[in-house]
Nanobody
Framework: QVHLVESGGGLVQPGGSLRLSCAAS????????MGWYRQAPGKQREFVTM???????YYGDSVKGRFTISRDNAENTAVLQMNNLKVEDTAVYYC???????????????WGQGIQVTVAA
């Protein structure tokens, strides 16, 4: 099983920065992808970013150029640096990983508990 621990988040003014971290632990063969989704009140969960094991990264259109994901495969951690935050970035951010328990098995998705990011003046 994989256990995800999120940290960071909080309250920041528009234009400010925050950093989120996600650490995966447990018994597994490999973590294929690490990333974040977010969900604002009354809205559907939205893709934010994802980093593959091979280093490829992807971003949602709304965060491109402002957010940067970095990943440490050896430590099974990922960091999301969020710059130039906007009020519309306010949401609960969920760490999301796709992991493989044993070599040759299909990957499984896991979610973190979520962490609040609030952007307000």
């Amino acid at each position: 099983q994989v256990h995800l621990v999120e940290s960071g988040g909080g309250l920041v003014q528009p234009g400010g920065s925050l950093r989120l971290s996600c650490a995966a632990s447990g018994s597994f063969f490999r973590i294929n992808t690490m990333g974040w989704y977010r969900q604002a009140p009354g809205k559907q969960r939205e893709f934010v970013t994802m980093a593959r094991y091979n280093g490829s990264v992807y971003y949602g259109d709304s965060v491109k150029g402002r957010f940067t994901i970095s990943r440490d495969n050896a430590e099974n951690t990922a960091v999301l640096q969020m710059n130039n935050l906007k009020v519309e970035d306010t949401a609960v951010y969920y760490c999301n990983v796709e992991w493989i328990r044993y070599r040759g098995e299909w990957p499984v998705t896991a979610w973190g508990q979520g962490i609040q990011v609030t952007v307000a003046a």
